[in-house]
């Protein structure tokens, strides 16, 4: 069955860094564009980052300002985000996702999701 799992998330205080992964299994995410979503409390899931399936094209919202980078190892099934300088409003539950579509900042895209990890980040 196609899982897939973030893990990485914790507390950290202002300015720290995290790196979150995605676990994927039961099928192969080679082809599919691999993405990250967060969401806060009271607020809708925002796109973060998202990655093409060959690796060659690379999305970030506005809000990640240089500190966010997305990367992929397809051998592994997995997927990464190295999250550096981070500020309180980083805290959210953030959800690993991966699709087919060519919209790389759109949910609707992704047919797969993860169940998401906290990120945590105290000022």
């Known amino acids: 069955q196609v899982q897939l799992v973030e893990s990485g998330g914790g507390l950290v205080q202002a300015g720290g860094s995290l790196r979150l992964s995605c676990i994927a299994s039961?099928?192969?995410?080679?082809?599919?564009?691999m993405a990250w979503f967060r969401q806060a409390p009271g607020r809708e899931r925002e796109f973060v980052s998202a990655?093409?399936?060959?690796?060659?094209?690379?999305e970030y919202a506005t809000f990640v300002e240089g500190r966010f980078t997305i990367s992929r190892d397809d051998a592994k099934n997995q997927w990464y985000l190295q999250m550096d300088r981070l500020k309180p409003g980083d805290t959210a539950v953030y959800y690993c996702?991966?699709?087919?579509?060519?919209?790389?900042?759109?949910?609707?895209?992704?047919?797969?999701w993860g169940q998401g990890t906290q990120v945590t980040v105290s000022s």
């Open positions: 990655i093409g399936w060959r690796g060659e094209s690379h």
């Open positions: 039961g099928r192969s995410f080679q082809t599919m564009a």
């Open positions: 996702a991966a699709g087919p579509g060519d919209y790389l900042n759109d949910p609707l895209e992704y047919e797969y």
